[in-house]
């Protein structure tokens, strides 16, 4: 079966340190994965996309995530945290098929503290 | 470039009544994605239009949901009667994606809909 777990549903940082938001995934294709971010109030934005190239894949807004097949994970990561970071963050796996439809996780909402 | 519109943005009904949203794509692109999102969760699929017709609809409670999209553009999704656990926000996506190569899908807003 294929599926997408974000082991944190709630993470908090200071503005200026670095953020880790942490995501495992299940499949028995060669996945695809993606992180969409949601503002309040505003439509899923992509963030980043692996899809079998760099196993490093940097995004929009200073963000990157990298892909590690042997722990099945794909965390996100950014230097240092902004005030406009504040938002929900969904890991997303492509699922095999011609249809190639998205299986979001549930979602780690971030915090940023000033 | 105008993305994808959604409209009503929030809705208040009473259970057992019916609803509808419409969605707007992004022109030109011949895929529509309509998904659920209750609270707490990430978004749910509930069907999928390849230009008029239907993709994927496996996950749509076909006895109170039903979805169209006439003349491959502008879609409804309604509910009919809904049930207290249909509150969440409907999403609705639209993508290029025209064969099997992924592409990215743009969201609309969403519309929130609560059942009393």
């Known amino acids: 079966a294929q599926s997408v777990t974000q082991l944190d549903s709630h993470v908090s940082v200071s503005e200026g340190t670095p953020v880790l938001l942490r995501c495992n995934y299940s499949?028995?294709?060669?996945?695809?994965l993606f992180w969409y971010v949601q503002h309040p109030n505003k439509g899923l934005q992509l963030l980043l996309k692996y899809t079998s190239a760099a196993t490093l894949v940097k995004g929009i807004n200073g963000f990157e995530a990298e892909f590690k097949k042997s722990e099945t994970s794909f965390h996100l990561t950014k230097p240092s945290a902004h005030m406009s970071d504040a938002a929900e963050y969904f890991c997303v796996l492509l699922t095999g098929g011609s249809q190639g439809n998205l299986i979001f996780g549930k979602g780690t909402k971030l915090s940023v503290k000033p | 470039e105008a993305g994808v519109a959604q409209s009503p943005r929030y809705k208040i009904i009473e259970k057992r009544q019916s609803v509808a949203f419409w969605c707007n794509p992004i022109?030109?692109?011949?895929?529509l994605y309509w998904y659920q999102q209750i609270l707490g969760q990430g978004p749910k699929l509930l069907i999928q239009f390849q230009n008029n017709g239907v993709v994927d609809d496996s996950q749509l409670p076909k006895d109170r949901f039903s979805a169209e999209r006439l003349k491959g553009v502008d879609s409804t999704l309604k509910i009919q009667p809904a049930k207290l656990e249909d509150s969440a926000v409907y999403l609705c996506?639209?993508?290029?994606?025209?064969?099997?190569?992924?592409?990215?899908?743009?969201f609309g807003p969403g519309t929130r809909l609560t059942v009393l």
């Open positions: 022109s030109g692109h011949a895929t």
């Open positions: 499949s028995s294709y060669s996945p695809s």
């Open positions: 996506a639209s993508s290029l994606a025209t064969s099997r190569m992924y592409n990215e899908q743009f």
